[in-house]
């Protein structure tokens, strides 16, 4: 089993960016497919970025793309989230997770973290 501790959230204004990061519990993490979900209040959790562990294949959302860069280090069984060019409707628990499927499609992941709170202010 793969445990997932984020890290790296907290408060910034609108045009401000964050670092997320995640720290993964076994070196076997590096031969999962990794991703940052988000989910705001009232909200459904949606995929935010994803990552191949072989490649580095990566997936946005579009309403990230050119603002997020998602990242892994394998060695360290890390994974970021940088964010830049944030906004208010980016406020949302972000969660990272771990998939054995393919890497785009939510319904894979099957480890989770517990969530760090990112509040983008206007």
């Known amino acids: 089993q793969v445990q997932l501790v984020e890290s790296g959230g907290g408060l910034v204004q609108a045009g401000g960016s964050l670092r997320l990061s995640c720290a993964a519990s076994?070196?076997?993490?590096?031969?999962?497919?990794m991703g940052w979900f988000r989910q705001a209040p009232g909200q459904e959790r949606e995929i935010v970025a994803a990552?191949?562990?072989?490649?580095?294949?990566?997936y946005y959302t579009d309403s990230v793309k050119g603002r997020f860069t998602i990242s892994r280090d394998n060695a360290k069984n890390t994974l970021y989230l940088q964010m830049t060019s944030l906004k208010p409707e980016d406020t949302a628990v972000y969660y990272c997770?771990?998939?054995?499927?393919?890497?785009?499609?939510?319904?894979?992941?099957?480890?989770w973290g517990q969530g760090t709170q990112v509040t983008v202010s206007s």
């Open positions: 997770a771990a998939s054995s499927n393919t890497y785009y499609l939510p319904n894979g992941y099957r480890y």
């Open positions: 076994r070196s076997t993490s590096s031969r999962y497919n």
């Open positions: 990552i191949s562990w072989i490649g580095g294949n990566t």
